[in-house]
């Protein structure tokens, strides 16, 4: 994603799904939840992204993600968990092609 940053092709972009189900570990620490807010509050700054899914069934990612979201809430950008891309790209409102683009 920091590749984008920058480009003038990320002022169109909206959304951003997350797809974590199919991550072999979880290795996050607690302060990394801010760490990540930090940046993410940082780039808005050049980035308009309102709306943030991400997809895991993992318990402690789906924790986190929750604290994720409420420190991402102050700044505007609503960010949900599902169980499945499908969930999530309905959600956000885009196709596969545009949702599955890997960065």
């Known amino acids: 994603m920091a590749a ?3 480009d ?8 951003m799904l ?3 189900s ?3 570990s ?4 607690p302060s990394d939840t801010h760490v990540s807010y930090a ?10 992204i309102t709306r943030s899914a991400m997809v895991t069934t993992n318990e402690r990612q789906i924790r986190d993600v929750r604290k994720y979201a409420e420190l991402m809430a102050s700044q505007g950008r609503e960010v949900r968990v599902f169980e499945t891309a499908e969930a ?9 092609g545009v949702a599955d683009k890997k960065i």
Not at 8 to 15: D, H, L
Not at 26 to 29: A, N, Q, V
Not at 39 to 48: E, I, V
Not at 90 to 96: A, C, I, P, T
């Open 4 to 6: 984008a940053y920058g």
């Open 8 to 15: 003038a092709r990320i002022e169109t972009v909206r959304t």
């Open 18 to 20: 997350v797809d974590m």
């Open 22 to 24: 199919e991550c072999p």
């Open 26 to 29: 979880y290795e996050l620490e």
């Open 39 to 48: 940046y993410q509050r940082s780039a808005a700054s050049y980035t308009k």
């Open 88 to 96: 999530a790209r309905e959600w956000l409102g885009v196709d596969r």
